[in-house]
């Protein structure tokens, strides 16, 4: 059994800063891509950011240049750095995950419960 968990969200003020984090556990031999999506109320789940093991990312058109992704492969961990905030950042955001529990095995994808942003004055 895998776990994801995020943690980091919040309330800020638009122009700042806020860092999410999310760990995996469980078992787990290797993690492919994790990545970050968000869902506003009303609307669908989309993606923020994704990394692969090699350290590929790609990003959301309404995020580039202000939000940035990085994992720890040793730690099953991965990061959102979010700058630059505003009203429309408002979301859940949820971690996810590529997971191959053994060798050789099927990857299973995981999802954690989700973090509160939220960008107000």
């Known amino acids: 059994q895998v776990q994801v968990v995020e943690s980091g969200g919040g309330l800020v003020r638009p122009g700042g800063a806020l860092r999410l984090s999310c760990a995996a556990s469980?078992?787990?031999?290797?993690?492919?891509?994790m990545g970050w999506y968000r869902q506003a109320p009303g609307k669908q789940r989309e993606l923020v950011a994704r990394?692969?093991?090699?350290?590929?990312?790609n990003y959301a058109d309404s995020v580039k240049d202000r939000f940035a992704i990085s994992r720890d492969n040793a730690k099953n961990t991965a990061s959102l750095q979010m700058n630059s905030l505003k009203p429309e950042d408002t979301a859940v955001y949820y971690c996810n995950a590529d997971v191959q529990a053994w060798p050789g095995g099927v990857f299973g994808n995981y999802w954690g419960q989700g973090t509160q942003v939220t960008v107000s004055s």
């Open positions: 990394i692969t093991s090699t350290g590929s990312t």
């Open positions: 469980g078992r787990i031999f290797g993690i492919n891509t």
